[in-house]
Protein backbone atom coordinates (compact mmCIF):
# COMPACT_ATOMS: atom_id res chain seq x y z
CA UNK A 1 0.00 0.00 0.00
CA UNK A 2 1.14 3.52 -1.02
CA UNK A 3 2.43 5.62 1.72
CA UNK A 4 -0.43 8.28 0.11
CA UNK A 5 -3.15 5.35 0.83
CA UNK A 6 -2.30 5.12 4.24
CA UNK A 7 -2.10 8.36 5.72
CA UNK A 8 -5.66 8.89 3.31
CA UNK A 9 -7.03 5.69 5.73
CA UNK A 10 -5.56 7.37 8.69
CA UNK A 11 -6.62 11.38 8.43
CA UNK A 12 -10.27 9.27 7.61
CA UNK A 13 -9.82 7.29 10.95
CA UNK A 14 -8.94 10.29 12.79
CA UNK A 15 -12.01 12.56 11.68
CA UNK A 16 -14.46 9.70 11.88
CA UNK A 17 -13.13 9.78 15.76
CA UNK A 18 -13.24 12.64 16.03
CA UNK A 19 -17.25 13.47 14.39
CA UNK A 20 -18.56 10.09 16.37
CA UNK A 21 -17.11 11.51 19.85
CA UNK A 22 -18.65 14.15 19.92
CA UNK A 23 -22.27 11.67 19.53
CA UNK A 24 -20.97 9.82 22.58
CA UNK A 25 -20.36 12.86 24.34
CA UNK A 26 -23.67 14.50 23.78
CA UNK A 27 -25.79 11.03 24.12
CA UNK A 28 -24.31 11.05 27.91
CA UNK A 29 -25.05 14.36 28.72
CA UNK A 30 -28.83 12.94 27.53
CA UNK A 31 -28.99 10.47 29.34
CA UNK A 32 -27.56 12.10 32.63
CA UNK A 33 -30.59 13.88 33.17
CA UNK A 34 -32.61 10.65 33.42
CA UNK A 35 -30.19 8.86 35.30
CA UNK A 36 -30.14 11.25 38.19
CA UNK A 37 -33.22 12.63 37.97
CA UNK A 38 -34.18 10.63 41.16
CA UNK A 39 -31.29 12.55 43.11
CA UNK A 40 -31.71 16.54 42.14
CA UNK A 41 -35.34 16.44 41.44
CA UNK A 42 -35.85 17.81 45.06
CA UNK A 43 -32.95 20.48 44.06
CA UNK A 44 -35.16 22.17 41.62
CA UNK A 45 -38.41 21.89 42.96
CA UNK A 46 -39.95 23.33 45.90
CA UNK A 47 -40.66 20.72 49.12
CA UNK A 48 -43.56 18.13 48.03
CA UNK A 49 -43.80 14.35 47.61
CA UNK A 50 -41.11 12.95 45.27
CA UNK A 51 -43.50 11.91 42.92
CA UNK A 52 -44.70 15.46 41.95
CA UNK A 53 -40.72 16.47 42.38
CA UNK A 54 -39.92 13.43 39.73
CA UNK A 55 -43.14 14.73 37.16
CA UNK A 56 -41.61 17.93 37.18
CA UNK A 57 -38.37 16.35 36.17
CA UNK A 58 -39.80 14.22 33.61
CA UNK A 59 -42.00 17.48 31.99
CA UNK A 60 -38.43 18.88 31.63
CA UNK A 61 -36.99 16.10 30.30
CA UNK A 62 -40.27 15.89 27.99
CA UNK A 63 -39.40 19.68 27.18
CA UNK A 64 -35.57 18.99 25.98
CA UNK A 65 -37.44 16.01 23.80
CA UNK A 66 -39.72 18.03 21.62
CA UNK A 67 -36.71 20.63 20.93
CA UNK A 68 -34.86 18.04 18.72
CA UNK A 69 -36.92 18.74 15.45
CA UNK A 70 -35.93 22.53 15.99
CA UNK A 71 -32.62 21.37 16.35
CA UNK A 72 -32.59 19.61 13.40
CA UNK A 73 -34.02 22.27 11.32
CA UNK A 74 -31.56 24.92 12.65
CA UNK A 75 -28.36 23.00 12.77
CA UNK A 76 -29.12 21.00 9.48
CA UNK A 77 -29.46 24.38 7.83
CA UNK A 78 -26.36 25.92 9.28
CA UNK A 79 -24.14 22.58 8.58
CA UNK A 80 -25.67 22.77 4.94
CA UNK A 81 -24.71 26.63 4.41
CA UNK A 82 -21.75 27.29 6.68
CA UNK A 83 -19.69 23.42 6.40
CA UNK A 84 -20.29 20.30 8.83
CA UNK A 85 -17.41 20.83 10.72
CA UNK A 86 -18.71 24.17 11.92
CA UNK A 87 -21.99 22.85 13.02
CA UNK A 88 -20.49 19.97 14.69
CA UNK A 89 -18.51 22.23 16.80
CA UNK A 90 -21.50 24.53 17.46
CA UNK A 91 -23.63 21.52 18.49
CA UNK A 92 -21.12 20.11 21.17
CA UNK A 93 -20.52 23.90 22.56
CA UNK A 94 -24.33 24.02 23.19
CA UNK A 95 -24.14 20.76 24.82
CA UNK A 96 -21.04 21.67 27.07
CA UNK A 97 -22.97 25.08 28.20
CA UNK A 98 -26.39 23.00 28.86
CA UNK A 99 -24.85 20.41 31.04
CA UNK A 100 -22.33 23.02 32.99
CA UNK A 101 -25.00 25.10 33.82
CA UNK A 102 -27.03 21.97 35.16
CA UNK A 103 -24.37 21.34 37.26
CA UNK A 104 -23.19 25.26 38.79
CA UNK A 105 -27.67 26.23 39.12
CA UNK A 106 -28.12 27.11 43.26
CA UNK A 107 -31.05 24.91 44.45
CA UNK A 108 -34.65 25.79 44.82
CA UNK A 109 -34.41 26.66 48.35
CA UNK A 110 -31.67 29.33 47.73
CA UNK A 111 -32.67 31.47 43.98
CA UNK A 112 -36.23 29.73 44.21
CA UNK A 113 -38.50 29.57 41.06
CA UNK A 114 -35.10 30.72 39.18
CA UNK A 115 -34.09 27.03 39.50
CA UNK A 116 -36.39 25.44 37.38
CA UNK A 117 -36.24 28.24 35.15
CA UNK A 118 -32.95 27.76 34.32
CA UNK A 119 -33.00 24.15 34.29
CA UNK A 120 -35.69 24.35 31.81
CA UNK A 121 -33.49 26.29 29.56
CA UNK A 122 -30.10 24.32 29.84
CA UNK A 123 -32.87 21.29 28.92
CA UNK A 124 -33.76 23.16 25.87
CA UNK A 125 -30.67 23.89 24.88
CA UNK A 126 -29.73 20.15 25.06
CA UNK A 127 -32.34 19.58 23.57
CA UNK A 128 -31.36 21.75 20.54
CA UNK A 129 -27.70 20.41 20.54
CA UNK A 130 -28.76 16.88 20.22
CA UNK A 131 -31.27 17.07 17.70
CA UNK A 132 -28.94 18.97 15.05
CA UNK A 133 -25.95 16.48 16.16
CA UNK A 134 -28.01 13.70 14.72
CA UNK A 135 -28.28 14.87 10.88
CA UNK A 136 -25.12 16.69 10.90
CA UNK A 137 -22.93 13.55 12.24
CA UNK A 138 -24.48 11.43 9.81
CA UNK A 139 -23.53 13.77 7.27
CA UNK A 140 -20.39 13.85 7.85
CA UNK A 141 -19.60 10.22 8.61
CA UNK A 142 -21.17 9.58 5.41
CA UNK A 143 -19.02 12.07 3.83
CA UNK A 144 -15.82 11.26 5.29
CA UNK A 145 -15.73 7.61 4.91
CA UNK A 146 -14.13 5.56 1.86
CA UNK A 147 -16.03 4.68 -1.17
CA UNK A 148 -17.15 0.80 -0.19
CA UNK A 149 -16.96 1.95 3.44
CA UNK A 150 -19.45 3.89 4.32
CA UNK A 151 -21.67 1.68 5.71
CA UNK A 152 -19.44 0.28 8.42
CA UNK A 153 -18.12 4.14 9.14
CA UNK A 154 -21.24 5.63 9.63
CA UNK A 155 -22.65 2.42 11.69
CA UNK A 156 -20.23 4.24 14.53
CA UNK A 157 -23.01 6.82 15.19
CA UNK A 158 -25.06 4.55 17.09
CA UNK A 159 -21.89 2.76 18.48
CA UNK A 160 -21.36 5.85 20.11
CA UNK A 161 -24.98 6.47 20.92
CA UNK A 162 -25.18 3.72 22.67
CA UNK A 163 -21.85 3.89 24.04
CA UNK A 164 -23.10 7.54 25.97
CA UNK A 165 -25.42 5.40 27.34
CA UNK A 166 -23.28 2.86 28.69
CA UNK A 167 -20.97 5.53 30.04
CA UNK A 168 -23.89 7.71 32.19
CA UNK A 169 -25.16 4.18 33.32
CA UNK A 170 -21.52 3.39 34.80
CA UNK A 171 -20.71 7.03 35.86
CA UNK A 172 -23.82 6.26 37.82
CA UNK A 173 -23.07 2.74 39.19
CA UNK A 174 -19.17 4.05 40.42
CA UNK A 175 -21.01 7.20 42.41
CA UNK A 176 -23.50 4.71 44.24
CA UNK A 177 -20.74 2.62 45.73
CA UNK A 178 -18.53 5.98 46.50
CA UNK A 179 -21.19 8.16 48.16
CA UNK A 180 -24.26 7.68 49.89
CA UNK A 181 -28.03 8.40 49.04
CA UNK A 182 -27.40 11.98 51.15
CA UNK A 183 -24.37 12.66 49.52
CA UNK A 184 -26.02 11.92 46.24
CA UNK A 185 -28.92 14.07 46.64
CA UNK A 186 -26.77 17.41 48.16
CA UNK A 187 -24.13 17.57 45.67
CA UNK A 188 -23.34 14.12 44.05
CA UNK A 189 -25.32 14.60 41.17
CA UNK A 190 -23.52 17.84 39.61
CA UNK A 191 -20.63 15.36 39.42
CA UNK A 192 -21.85 13.64 36.21
CA UNK A 193 -22.66 17.04 34.68
CA UNK A 194 -19.07 18.15 35.06
CA UNK A 195 -18.17 15.12 33.66
CA UNK A 196 -20.02 15.87 30.79
CA UNK A 197 -19.54 19.27 30.36
CA UNK A 198 -15.59 18.84 30.39
CA UNK A 199 -15.77 15.84 27.92
CA UNK A 200 -17.58 18.26 25.27
CA UNK A 201 -14.96 20.57 26.23
CA UNK A 202 -12.14 18.61 24.88
CA UNK A 203 -14.27 17.51 21.85
CA UNK A 204 -14.72 20.73 21.16
CA UNK A 205 -11.14 21.06 20.97
CA UNK A 206 -10.95 18.22 19.32
CA UNK A 207 -13.60 19.07 16.61
CA UNK A 208 -11.88 22.10 15.47
CA UNK A 209 -8.68 20.29 14.02
CA UNK A 210 -10.97 17.93 12.10
CA UNK A 211 -10.92 17.98 7.90
CA UNK A 212 -13.98 19.40 6.42
CA UNK A 213 -15.80 16.76 4.46
CA UNK A 214 -14.38 17.41 0.57
CA UNK A 215 -18.01 16.90 -0.39
CA UNK A 216 -19.00 19.93 0.99
CA UNK A 217 -15.83 22.29 -0.03
CA UNK A 218 -16.17 21.13 -3.56
CA UNK A 219 -19.76 22.41 -4.41
CA UNK A 220 -20.63 25.01 -6.94
CA UNK A 221 -21.98 28.64 -6.62
CA UNK A 222 -25.14 27.59 -7.22
CA UNK A 223 -25.50 24.79 -5.05
CA UNK A 224 -24.17 26.80 -2.54
CA UNK A 225 -26.46 29.52 -3.11
CA UNK A 226 -29.28 27.36 -2.04
CA UNK A 227 -27.96 25.43 0.43
CA UNK A 228 -30.31 24.17 3.84
CA UNK A 229 -33.26 26.07 2.69
CA UNK A 230 -36.66 24.88 2.83
CA UNK A 231 -37.38 25.44 -0.60
CA UNK A 232 -34.46 23.29 -1.61
CA UNK A 233 -35.81 20.43 0.20
CA UNK A 234 -39.01 20.42 -0.56
CA UNK A 235 -37.70 19.32 -4.34
CA UNK A 236 -36.77 16.17 -3.09
CA UNK A 237 -40.36 15.51 -1.19
CA UNK A 238 -40.28 11.19 -2.32
CA UNK A 239 -36.90 11.02 -0.16
CA UNK A 240 -38.10 13.51 3.08
CA UNK A 241 -41.07 10.79 2.83
CA UNK A 242 -38.93 7.99 2.19
CA UNK A 243 -37.01 9.39 5.81
CA UNK A 244 -40.07 9.12 7.33
CA UNK A 245 -41.56 6.25 6.64
CA UNK A 246 -38.44 4.08 7.32
CA UNK A 247 -37.40 6.43 10.61
CA UNK A 248 -41.31 5.42 11.82
CA UNK A 249 -40.50 1.65 12.74
CA UNK A 250 -36.73 1.78 13.60
CA UNK A 251 -37.26 4.63 16.23
CA UNK A 252 -40.16 2.71 18.21
CA UNK A 253 -38.65 -0.27 17.57
CA UNK A 254 -35.61 1.07 19.39
CA UNK A 255 -36.95 2.90 22.11
CA UNK A 256 -39.29 -0.23 22.80
CA UNK A 257 -36.75 -2.82 22.88
CA UNK A 258 -34.25 -0.28 25.06
CA UNK A 259 -36.04 2.06 26.96
CA UNK A 260 -39.34 1.01 27.71
CA UNK A 261 -38.41 -2.93 28.06
CA UNK A 262 -36.75 -2.07 31.07
CA UNK A 263 -39.71 -0.50 32.47
CA UNK A 264 -41.61 -3.37 31.09
CA UNK A 265 -39.27 -6.49 32.49
CA UNK A 266 -39.52 -4.35 36.13
CA UNK A 267 -43.41 -3.22 36.32
CA UNK A 268 -45.51 -5.82 34.37
CA UNK A 269 -42.54 -8.80 34.99
CA UNK A 270 -42.00 -7.84 38.33
CA UNK A 271 -38.21 -8.27 38.09
CA UNK A 272 -35.69 -6.76 40.55
CA UNK A 273 -34.58 -3.47 38.83
CA UNK A 274 -30.55 -4.39 39.81
CA UNK A 275 -30.98 -7.37 37.90
CA UNK A 276 -33.18 -5.53 35.14
CA UNK A 277 -29.93 -2.89 35.10
CA UNK A 278 -27.53 -5.67 34.35
CA UNK A 279 -29.52 -7.29 31.76
CA UNK A 280 -29.87 -4.24 29.73
CA UNK A 281 -26.41 -3.13 30.81
CA UNK A 282 -24.85 -6.66 28.76
CA UNK A 283 -27.49 -6.30 25.73
CA UNK A 284 -26.32 -3.16 25.01
CA UNK A 285 -22.71 -4.14 25.03
CA UNK A 286 -23.36 -7.03 22.74
CA UNK A 287 -25.64 -4.67 20.64
CA UNK A 288 -22.66 -2.00 20.37
CA UNK A 289 -20.65 -4.87 18.82
CA UNK A 290 -23.31 -6.12 16.21
CA UNK A 291 -23.72 -2.12 14.75
CA UNK A 292 -19.89 -2.23 12.41
CA UNK A 293 -20.51 -5.62 11.16
CA UNK A 294 -24.32 -4.73 10.00
CA UNK A 295 -22.59 -1.53 8.75
CA UNK A 296 -20.08 -3.92 7.06
CA UNK A 297 -22.20 -6.10 6.12
CA UNK A 298 -24.62 -3.79 3.83
CA UNK A 299 -21.51 -2.24 2.15
CA UNK A 300 -21.50 -5.96 0.59
CA UNK A 301 -25.39 -7.23 -0.13
CA UNK A 302 -26.95 -3.38 0.05
CA UNK A 303 -28.49 -1.23 2.86
CA UNK A 304 -32.57 -2.62 1.46
CA UNK A 305 -31.94 -6.35 2.54
CA UNK A 306 -31.11 -5.87 5.87
CA UNK A 307 -34.42 -3.40 6.22
CA UNK A 308 -36.49 -5.45 4.89
CA UNK A 309 -34.70 -7.94 7.70
CA UNK A 310 -35.88 -5.47 10.09
CA UNK A 311 -39.33 -5.03 8.98
CA UNK A 312 -40.11 -8.68 8.41
CA UNK A 313 -38.85 -10.02 11.90
CA UNK A 314 -39.70 -6.91 13.95
CA UNK A 315 -43.05 -7.25 12.46
CA UNK A 316 -43.49 -10.80 13.40
CA UNK A 317 -41.03 -11.00 16.60
CA UNK A 318 -42.53 -7.99 18.66
CA UNK A 319 -45.78 -9.41 20.23
CA UNK A 320 -44.04 -12.56 20.73
CA UNK A 321 -41.48 -11.65 22.53
CA UNK A 322 -43.57 -9.19 25.15
CA UNK A 323 -45.71 -12.06 25.69
CA UNK A 324 -42.96 -14.72 26.35
CA UNK A 325 -41.03 -11.66 28.84
CA UNK A 326 -44.53 -11.39 30.70
CA UNK A 327 -44.24 -15.19 31.40
CA UNK A 328 -41.14 -15.36 32.51
CA UNK A 329 -39.02 -14.80 35.56
CA UNK A 330 -35.88 -15.95 34.46
CA UNK A 331 -33.47 -13.14 33.80
CA UNK A 332 -31.11 -15.47 31.64
CA UNK A 333 -34.86 -15.89 29.32
CA UNK A 334 -35.41 -12.06 30.08
CA UNK A 335 -31.99 -11.60 28.32
CA UNK A 336 -32.50 -13.53 25.19
CA UNK A 337 -35.72 -12.05 24.93
CA UNK A 338 -34.33 -8.57 24.96
CA UNK A 339 -31.17 -9.64 22.81
CA UNK A 340 -33.17 -10.75 20.03
CA UNK A 341 -35.28 -7.81 19.88
CA UNK A 342 -31.81 -5.83 19.94
CA UNK A 343 -30.10 -8.24 17.33
CA UNK A 344 -33.23 -7.42 14.56
CA UNK A 345 -33.45 -4.06 15.01
CA UNK A 346 -29.86 -3.61 14.60
CA UNK A 347 -30.38 -4.00 10.65
CA UNK A 348 -31.58 -0.87 11.03
CA UNK A 349 -29.72 0.91 13.46
CA UNK A 350 -26.71 0.36 12.27
CA UNK A 351 -27.19 1.37 8.71
CA UNK A 352 -29.83 4.04 8.73
CA UNK A 353 -27.73 7.49 8.83
CA UNK A 354 -25.81 6.34 5.58
CA UNK A 355 -29.88 5.03 4.31
CA UNK A 356 -30.64 8.63 4.65
CA UNK A 357 -27.87 10.84 3.56
CA UNK A 358 -27.59 8.65 0.44
CA UNK A 359 -30.97 10.17 -0.51
CA UNK A 360 -30.15 13.47 -0.46
CA UNK A 361 -27.33 16.02 -2.72
CA UNK A 362 -24.97 17.87 -0.60
CA UNK A 363 -26.81 21.16 -0.67
CA UNK A 364 -29.63 19.68 1.81
CA UNK A 365 -28.01 17.03 3.05
CA UNK A 366 -27.77 17.24 6.87
CA UNK A 367 -31.23 19.52 6.89
CA UNK A 368 -32.76 16.62 5.05
CA UNK A 369 -31.14 13.86 7.06
CA UNK A 370 -32.17 15.62 10.12
CA UNK A 371 -35.45 17.59 10.18
CA UNK A 372 -38.17 14.64 8.87
CA UNK A 373 -35.57 12.17 11.27
CA UNK A 374 -35.97 14.43 14.13
CA UNK A 375 -40.27 15.29 13.28
CA UNK A 376 -40.59 11.39 13.30
CA UNK A 377 -38.86 10.81 16.61
CA UNK A 378 -40.51 13.35 18.56
CA UNK A 379 -44.05 11.86 17.44
CA UNK A 380 -43.44 8.25 17.55
CA UNK A 381 -40.33 7.58 19.41
CA UNK A 382 -41.04 10.37 22.29
CA UNK A 383 -44.46 9.07 22.52
CA UNK A 384 -44.16 5.46 22.57
CA UNK A 385 -43.40 4.67 26.70
CA UNK A 386 -46.61 7.28 27.49
CA UNK A 387 -48.81 5.38 24.84
CA UNK A 388 -47.31 1.85 26.36
CA UNK A 389 -48.29 3.25 30.09
CA UNK A 390 -51.74 4.55 28.86
CA UNK A 391 -52.48 1.00 27.64
CA UNK A 392 -51.36 -0.37 30.82
CA UNK A 393 -53.14 1.47 32.46
CA UNK A 394 -56.77 1.02 30.63
CA UNK A 395 -55.79 -2.68 30.73
CA UNK A 396 -55.34 -3.21 27.27
CA UNK A 397 -51.57 -3.45 27.83
CA UNK A 398 -50.91 -6.34 25.12
CA UNK A 399 -52.54 -3.33 22.50
CA UNK A 400 -48.82 -1.05 22.57
CA UNK A 401 -47.75 -4.49 21.50
CA UNK A 402 -49.60 -4.51 18.28
CA UNK A 403 -49.14 -0.79 18.11
CA UNK A 404 -45.45 -1.11 17.65
CA UNK A 405 -45.44 -4.49 15.57
CA UNK A 406 -48.05 -2.21 13.27
CA UNK A 407 -45.39 0.80 12.99
CA UNK A 408 -42.69 -1.49 12.08
CA UNK A 409 -44.74 -3.21 9.29
CA UNK A 410 -45.79 0.38 7.59
CA UNK A 411 -41.58 0.74 7.55
CA UNK A 412 -41.25 -2.31 5.68
CA UNK A 413 -43.66 -1.56 3.43
CA UNK A 414 -41.42 1.63 2.56
CA UNK A 415 -38.79 -0.60 2.46
CA UNK A 416 -39.99 -3.16 0.17
CA UNK A 417 -40.80 -0.42 -2.53
CA UNK A 418 -37.91 1.99 -1.93
CA UNK A 419 -34.63 1.78 -4.09
CA UNK A 420 -31.65 0.14 -2.95
CA UNK A 421 -29.89 3.44 -2.01
CA UNK A 422 -25.78 2.10 -2.32
CA UNK A 423 -26.31 2.09 -5.52
CA UNK A 424 -28.60 5.12 -6.28
CA UNK A 425 -26.56 6.79 -3.82
CA UNK A 426 -26.09 10.60 -4.32
CA UNK A 427 -23.35 10.78 -2.48
CA UNK A 428 -21.70 8.05 -4.92
CA UNK A 429 -22.56 9.73 -7.84
CA UNK A 430 -21.65 13.62 -6.59
CA UNK A 431 -18.06 11.64 -5.95
CA UNK A 432 -17.60 9.84 -9.38
CA UNK A 433 -18.68 13.08 -11.14
CA UNK A 434 -15.91 15.65 -9.59
CA UNK A 435 -13.44 12.94 -10.28
CA UNK A 436 -14.66 13.04 -13.62
CA UNK A 437 -15.96 9.36 -14.28
Known amino acids: MQATDRERKRRITSNIIKGSSGNLIEWYD ?36 LMRPFGSLILGRYADRYGRRAALTLSVSIMAGGSLIIAVTPNYHTIGVVAPIILVVARLLQGLSLGGEYGTSATYLSEMAASGRRGYYSSFQYVTLISGQLVALGVQIILQQILDEKAMMLWGWRIPFVIGACGAFIVLWLRRSMDESEQYTKMDKTSRSKAGTLRELMKHRKAVLTVVGL ?29 VSWINFIALLVFVVLQPLAGMLS ?37 LLMMGGLFIVTAYTSINAIVKAELFPTEIRALGVGFPYGLTVAIFGGTAEYIALYCKS ?7 FYYVAGCIAISLIVYWFMGDTSRTSKIEAEQMAAEGK
Not at 263 to 272: Q, T
Open 394 to 400: IGAESLF
Open 30 to 65: WYVYAAFAVYFSSQFFPKGDATSQLLNTAGVFAIGF
Open 299 to 335: DRIGRRPLLIFFGIFGTLYTVPMFLFMQNTHSPYVAF
Open 247 to 275: TLGGTLAFNTYTTYLQKFMVNSVGMGKET
